[in-house]
């Protein structure tokens, strides 16, 4: 990812300068055992703007899973401006499994998922295959699963590991603009049924017809 100001410029708009860079790594510890990471990190500075300014749009909802269940969150959100999505990123905490947006046109025509991934896989950005073209008018139902059926306890919305979250991150143009309805909790009335994908009672999406392809 790249930031588009240097150390010291001050951006157009009012942006103060930039005179430090923090980076912050979240880990998910699971085992007794201690873990070294030695996966390694590298940071590029240039002095030449980005000859293709990019942005995150972060599309979310406010998990509401029930005990000794499988749940299947749901949260509709709606394209304002036209733009171009060139990766995603999805995220959740332990008990997420897989995370999509089902893709459906203003008319209503439902178009291939986006980013369906588990969030047990590294949690990293991911480059699309070909960009995607969103215009205004287009509903993206984010998805994420949930797999509590091991505890008697629900779960909700929790910034660190007593909590879940379920984020998709659209790596995209500065022009794409979107807006989730966040009214309501779980399969809420916004959400219509996934045209393309089905939860297994693992927590796993398949395609929903047979011979069907899930298309990053």
Partial sequence: AGYGYPLGASAAGGMPPLTHVSLQIHYQQRSH????DRSGLRIWYSPLPPQLPLTLNINVLMPDIPAREVADNCVACRV???GTAYGWRNHAHGLGRDIWSDHFAA???AR???GLISSQHPQIIRRFAEPKQLRAGDVLQLHCVYDNTASDRPS???SDETGEMCNQYLLSDLRLQMRCDLG???????CVDSP????????TAQPRH???RQIM
């Avoid at 309501?184 to 916004?190: C, W």
């Fill in 107 to 109: 008319d209503g025509k």
């Fill in 156 to 158: 909700g919305y929790g």
């Fill in 33 to 36: 055992m201690p873990t070294t």
């Fill in 80 to 82: 304002m401006r036209d």
């Fill in 112 to 114: 291939e998922p986006l």
């Fill in 210 to 212: 047979p011979g069907g």
């Fill in 184 to 190: 309501g909790r779980r399969r809420n009335h916004t």
């Fill in 196 to 203: 393309h994908v089905v939860v297994d009672g693992r927590g």
